[in-house]
């Protein structure tokens, strides 16, 4: 939700979700001719679409719908079926419901987790893949503190996710704590604004945004908060981070290179060199790789969004490793 060089190595495999026979909707948000060769996922949804993650198989997209525009609520969980184009409402109840693109849905329990803005402030709720709107259940729950933005652990067990204390809107602080609320919340930074961590689908790491000055970079540490080191090093901002499936790569938006507005880049966990992704005069943002390592889903508009009607959902191929 912040605000890429890109080789095709095959057709890109996109389905329309738009049709004549759905009835309703927006038509197909129709964007400026793209330099690469991602294509649109036509959605019949009115509203912003947002933070795209996939299933666990690659066959189903999860995403945020902001009714009001871009970044602005309600906002309510959407899957989308590749295989049979049928959108689902999956949360809903008039509040900010938002997920993370990224490990936001898990392979082994089946589980989905999000943010929700329901009374009494910002907390970390889960609910099934396949549930109906109505069955989520609460993971965090402090009196003092919000919480936003989480992922999973590989097993399934832990949520982490960026926490603040209730009157503030900076100094971020990246914790963890069971899905099962058997333990209390657990800090893993502490200093500095840190956001959007994401677990590594291959374990033992978690990424996360951190802001130096005015600058957003990206880190990467331990499951248990050490060995933090900084991945990213351009004079830009750096955000919207997630991992390849095997966590050797991790996918980003940024501005690097002088861009107006943000394009997808990815480069080794390791760091070094980045490669840039996308390529046009547009926003693309909240990428996610497709657990089978062959697509990035992201949000795109032809211009900035902020205060615009919102993001569509794109895809393209992964780069080859």
Known sequence: MQRGRFTASREVCVISLLCAACGGGDPPRIAPARRDAAQQLAIPLLG???NPAWSPASHAILFTRFAGGYNAGPADLFVVDLRDRD???????GSDNVNLPGSSWNGVTGAIVFSSSRDPHD???SIDGGARPGRETLVTKRTDFVAYEPTLSPDGRWAVFESHRIDQEDGGVIMKAPVDGSSDSIPLTAGGDCRQPNWAPSGGRILYQTRTGSQWDIWVMNEDGTGARRVT??????TDASFSPDGASIVYSSNEGGLDLANLFVVPTAG????RVTDWDGYDGAPAWSPDGTRIIFESFAGDPDESAGTGLWIIDAPAP
Request: no cysteine.
């Open 48 to 50: 912003s679409l947002q």
């Open 87 to 93: 959108p689902r409402l999956l949360v809903s109840d």
């Open 123 to 125: 907390e970390i709720f």
């Open 233 to 238: 090093s351009s004079p830009s901002d750096e």
């Open 272 to 275: 070094g060199a980045s490669t």
